[in-house]
């Protein structure tokens, strides 16, 4: 199987499995030749401990938290998910919550959790403006100029890719911060959704 065949749905399904990043989920599934339980025993032998197969254990415990900005025109619900109530109470799960609130509240943009949740018709339109864009380009350079255009694109509306602006994060994505916190707590640790209010808006 060649790395075109390992789809965005797959890679997702094995970062909830195992908590691992995107890179190294795709690398493992490129390497297992799409077989996931191979995969998982690849990430293992690579990350050792990090890494546990989660299974199917479906995300039904968790938290909402609020987040309102001083001057109350800004304001964000944020639900996360975790598989036991004795993580959903814990103080890592609980700020982890509210520090996200706060970077939704700071970033108007954010429109989905990650790439995978933006609609086809969408992306393809976005897609369609890049492509104008890189017309007077070499064809052999547009599909590259495009791709990076749209990666650009989703690390703006998507919560997953954000870069934290707060400095104490040393510039790690919501992502890398999501992975951190599955790895400590071996749970699966899942931002369902999230809402931002602004005053007027």
């Not at 989660?54 to 987040?67: C, D, N, S, V």
């Not at 339109?125 to 864009?133: G, M, N, V, W």
């Not at 919560?159 to 040393?170: A, G, I, R, S, V």
Request: proline residues 2%.
């Amino acid at each position: 199987m060649s790395t075109v065949e390992i789809g965005a749905k797959d890679v997702k399904a094995l970062r909830e499995r195992t908590g691992a990043g995107m890179m190294d989920c795709k690398k493992a599934l490129t390497e297992a030749e799409g077989d996931v339980e191979k995969a998982i025993e690849i990430l293992r032998l690579k990350q050792g401990k990090k890494i546990q197969d989660l299974g199917e254990r479906t995300a039904t415990e968790g938290t909402i938290q609020a987040y309102v900005h001083a001057g109350a025109k800004v304001g964000v619900l944020i639900e996360v998910d975790c598989n036991t109530d004795f993580v959903a109470t814990n103080d890592d799960f609980t700020s982890f919550a509210r520090d996200i609130a706060m970077q939704i509240a700071a970033t108007p943009t954010i429109r989905y959790v990650s790439r995978d949740d933006v609609p086809a018709q969408e992306r393809e339109a976005e897609a369609r403006i890049y492509e104008q864009e890189a017309a007077d380009k070499p064809e052999n350079v547009r599909e590259r100029i495009i791709e990076g255009k749209l990666d650009a694109w989703y690390k703006t509306i998507a919560l997953l890719e954000q870069e934290m602006h707060n400095p104490k994060f040393e510039g790690k994505t919501v992502q890398q911060l999501r992975d951190e916190l599955t790895a400590k707590t071996g749970e699966n640790v899942v931002i369902r959704r999230f809402v931002r209010f602004a005053v007027g808006q």
